[in-house]
């Protein structure tokens, strides 16, 4: 029964990390990890790393249906989307050598700092 329960539990976590990614472009992350954090125990450096995998089909879907949606604008995504390989890249490099406090304090300044543009 823990095992229905559980699946079941990233079931819905997914639908609504899918949900949040879709609606607004990207951010599914920022609902993926405090979820996978809190409600599943996992720890600072597991979320994250687990997040990155779980967005990448979702990004992938998203991404299809805004370009078939005619929001696909070649000049500003493919320069974009090298520097954001690059960035992925050297995030994830980082991930592996700062610890877990650190990680967690530039997640809760990025959020924040997210939050707070999106205000201005």
Same mark, same amino acid.
């Given at each position: 029964?823990?095992?229905?329960?559980?699946?079941?539990?990233?079931?819905?976590?997914?639908?609504?990390?899918?949900?949040? &990614?879709? !609606?607004?472009?990207?951010?599914?992350?920022?609902?993926?990890?405090?979820?996978?954090? &809190?409600?599943?125990?996992?720890?600072?450096? /597991?979320?994250?790393?687990?997040?990155?995998? =779980?967005?990448?089909?979702?990004?992938? =879907?998203?991404?299809? @249906?805004?370009?078939?949606?005619?929001?696909?604008?070649?000049?500003? =995504?493919?320069?974009?989307?090298?520097?954001?390989? @690059?960035?992925?890249?050297?995030?994830?490099?980082?991930?592996? =050598?700062?610890?877990?406090?650190? @990680?967690?304090?530039?997640?809760?300044?990025?959020?924040?700092?997210?939050?707070? /543009?999106? !205000?201005?």
């Amino acid at each position: 029964m823990k095992v229905i329960e559980t699946n079941l539990k990233s079931v819905l976590y997914g639908a609504l990390t899918g949900s949040v &990614n879709g !609606l607004f472009g990207g951010g599914g992350g920022m609902v993926a990890v405090p979820l996978l954090k &809190n409600l599943s125990g996992y720890g600072e450096k /597991r979320a994250h790393a687990t997040a990155i995998l =779980v967005i990448a089909p979702v990004c992938a =879907v998203s991404a299809l @249906v805004y370009i078939l949606g005619g929001y696909f604008h070649a000049d500003i =995504v493919v320069p974009t989307a090298i520097g954001a390989t @690059v960035g992925g890249f050297l995030g994830a490099k980082l991930l592996g =050598v700062l610890p877990e406090f650190a @990680v967690n304090i530039i997640f809760i300044a990025l959020m924040l700092t997210a939050g707070i /543009r999106m !205000l201005i």
